[in-house]
């Protein structure tokens, strides 16, 4: 299994990158993907989650400016990243589960079942 992460890299607060996620060895319609991060001294946190319908759900720090999404086709997952702030700047990682769980669980990280390497994005102010 391998989940591939893409896309990070420097811009200035206000701008946007799109993040992208190339999985491997999964049977990815059936997964359930998500986008983690994690700044320096931080927990890792949920930033966003899509089901296997498509259906997003985003933490509410990134509400209205992260879009996440998929294409089964093509085995990749998505994070566009708009309107970036400072605050913003992490390591961010994919990560895919397989099977439901309720909404409450999906925040911890021991539930996700496989990760990608993260790639940095850096914001500045």
């Given at each position: 299994?391998?989940l591939?992460?893409?896309?990070?890299?420097?811009?200035?607060?206000?701008?946007?990158?799109?993040?992208?996620?190339?999985?491997?060895?999964i049977?990815?319609r059936y997964?359930?993907?998500?986008?983690?991060?994690?700044?320096?001294?931080?927990?890792?946190?949920?930033?966003?989650r899509?089901?296997?319908?498509?259906?997003?759900?985003?933490?509410?720090?990134?509400?209205?400016?992260?879009?996440?999404s998929r294409?089964?086709?093509k085995?990749?997952?998505?994070?566009?990243?708009?309107?970036?702030?400072?605050?913003?700047?992490?390591?961010?990682y994919?990560?895919?589960r397989r099977n439901?769980?309720?909404a409450?669980?999906?925040?911890d990280?021991?539930?996700?079942?496989?990760?990608?390497?993260?790639?940095?994005?850096?914001v500045s102010?």
């Amino acid at each position: 299994v391998q989940l591939q992460a893409s896309g990070g890299g420097l811009v200035q607060a206000g701008g946007s990158l799109r993040l992208s996620c190339v999985a491997s060895g999964i049977m990815f319609r059936y997964n359930h993907m998500g986008w983690y991060r994690q700044a320096p001294g931080k927990e890792r946190e949920l930033v966003a989650r899509v089901d296997t319908s498509g259906s997003p759900n985003y933490a509410d720090s990134v509400k209205g400016r992260f879009t996440i999404s998929r294409d089964n086709a093509k085995n990749t997952v998505y994070l566009e990243m708009n309107s970036l702030k400072p605050e913003d700047t992490a390591v961010y990682y994919c990560a895919a589960r397989r099977n439901n769980l309720i909404a409450s669980a999906w925040s911890d990280s021991r539930q996700w079942e496989y990760w990608g390497q993260g790639t940095l994005v850096t914001v500045s102010s």
